[in-house]
């Protein structure tokens, strides 16, 4: 299977939440959703995707607009918490159904697999619940600002109830969560008393495959699996690289350091040296005028000496 990230959710599961729900709210003689109850869940769908801040002054303007015995229960539908608007949010982008769909899946082929493979079909979900809980809070930040981190935990919480719990996922795929859910907190009463309108049942499981499509499913989890290990193996390989470039990299700034210090103090000495040849120059230039001077000085001498001799 792939691993899971923001951006690689299986598209082979990609249904409507409507899609995937099988509704058991309130119903009529010929099985269908009353139409009092199907007109509240689709307005309050519309009315949870708002941010909380916009939900009660539009539920009393839609409650204003509407029949006294819908505007009654429009009235009661409760504002929405901060976390539970995100996970609505996610819902009505279609990424919950996915994910619900693949949970379903993967649970249906734990039958068979042994713990490491269990192990690792658990940290994939893991990984899911993280990229869709992280998916969700950026719908939420772009349409009215930052999450606390209270709120992006509640937000990856009910997300994983989600995949975790058939029932949780229904009331999930509303779109209509008035407060976060917890998985191991799955109450039918907890569950009515966390959505908005009527409570769907459970999503329905997907029809069990046939061999072939069984063989082949494990075909290419297996060759997923080992794409996955090189994919890792690579990964490895290329930190080991990294480390040794960056070992060569510090050596060469290193080197090139040390040239420009280098560079620095030949320019120096070579500054120095011409101000010595300079200084040299002068002292020639003097020498040779002393020279001169003690030559002349001499044959003076010499001559005095003489004239003194022939005295």
Do not use: C
Not at 102 to 116: F, V
Not at 205 to 211: E, F, G, I
Not at 241 to 264: C, G, P, T
Request: aromatic share 2%.
């Amino acid at each position: 299977m792939p691993r899971a990230t923001a951006t690689a959710i299986p598209r082979r599961w990609s249904r409507s939440p409507r899609s995937v729900l099988r509704t058991v709210g309130a119903m009529g003689h010929n099985g269908r959703m009353a139409d009092a109850d199907e007109q509240l869940d689709a307005i309050a769908a519309e009315l949870y995707a708002l941010p909380p801040a916009e939900f009660t002054a539009a539920r009393n303007a839609r409650a204003g607009l509407a029949a006294p015995a819908l505007a009654k229960r429009l009235k009661a539908l409760r504002k929405p918490t901060v976390s539970a608007w995100a996970v609505n949010l996610l819902a009505r982008d279609g990424q919950l159904a996915d994910a619900v769909e693949l949970s379903a899946a993967l649970r249906e082929a734990q039958d068979d697999l042994d713990a490491a493979e269990l192990s690792r079909l658990g940290r994939q979900r893991r990984q899911l619940v993280a990229a869709l809980a992280k998916q969700a809070v950026g719908l939420a930040e772009e349409a009215s600002g930052t999450l606390s981190t209270a709120a992006r935990d509640d937000v990856e919480k009910t997300i994983n109830a989600a995949v975790m719990d058939a029932s949780a996922a229904a009331a999930v795929l509303t779109g209509r969560l008035v407060k976060p859910l917890e998985a191991g907190d799955i109450e039918p009463a907890a569950l009515a008393d966390a959505v908005g309108g009527s409570l769907p049942g459970a999503v329905a499981a997907p029809p069990r495959d046939d061999l072939a499509e069984r063989r082949a499913r494990k075909a290419a989890e297996k060759a997923a699996r080992e794409a996955e290990r090189l994919a890792n193996e690579a990964e490895r390989e290329l930190a080991r690289v990294d480390a040794r470039r960056a070992k060569a990299q510090e050596r060469v700034d290193h080197v090139r350091e040390r040239i420009d210090d280098l560079r620095r103090d030949l320019a120096a000495l070579e500054a120095d040296e011409r101000a010595a040849v300079e200084k040299l120059d002068a002292v020639e230039v003097e020498r040779s005028a002393a020279a001169v001077k003690s030559r002349d000085a001499a044959e003076a001498s010499e001559r005095a000496q003489r004239v003194l001799d022939d005295a």
